[in-house]
């Protein structure tokens, strides 16, 4: 078991952390961000700022290969984002069958997932804030990194401030 620092809380480095945790590393979660995830989705769209993210109210989008590795590694986080209003999208289906030759045998593999990044968010932090293994800390900022002889045995150690 490894003892693994993440910096960023948003929907990537909360997956890792999670992803970690589960194969039983002790995984400590830094985000600047000091306000905590609200309770709800609607919540989360009408009032939870998060100054760290400039697209913090455009949509996102999870393409179709991390949408897959949610839904077969995280699948409580696939569950979670999916009652909080996801929308499924098969551009393949979707097209034109003059473009894409008609449905074939596997083009499921090309659905893609939509939702509001806030909302989104919100459902992996939910998930993530239950996780064994995973400590989550708000309102932390990370100043930089030591290396070379500052670092403990060479492994960087980061320096933070509150």
Known sequence: MAKVLIVGGGVVGLGLGM??????????????????????????????????????????????????????ELPDVAAAIGRDGTVRVHPVREAPESLTGGARPGDGRYQILCGRRAVVERAVAAVADGTSGLEVRRGVAVAGLLGGPEAIGGIPLSLIHI
């Open 19 to 72: 992803l970690l945790a589960g194969d039983a590393h002790a995984v400590t979660n830094l985000e600047r961000d000091a306000q905590e995830p609200p309770k709800d989705p609607e919540e989360a769209w009408d009032s939870w700022e998060r100054r760290g993210v400039n697209q913090f109210r455009l949509p996102h989008i999870f393409m179709p290969r991390y949408r897959q590795i949610l839904e077969e």
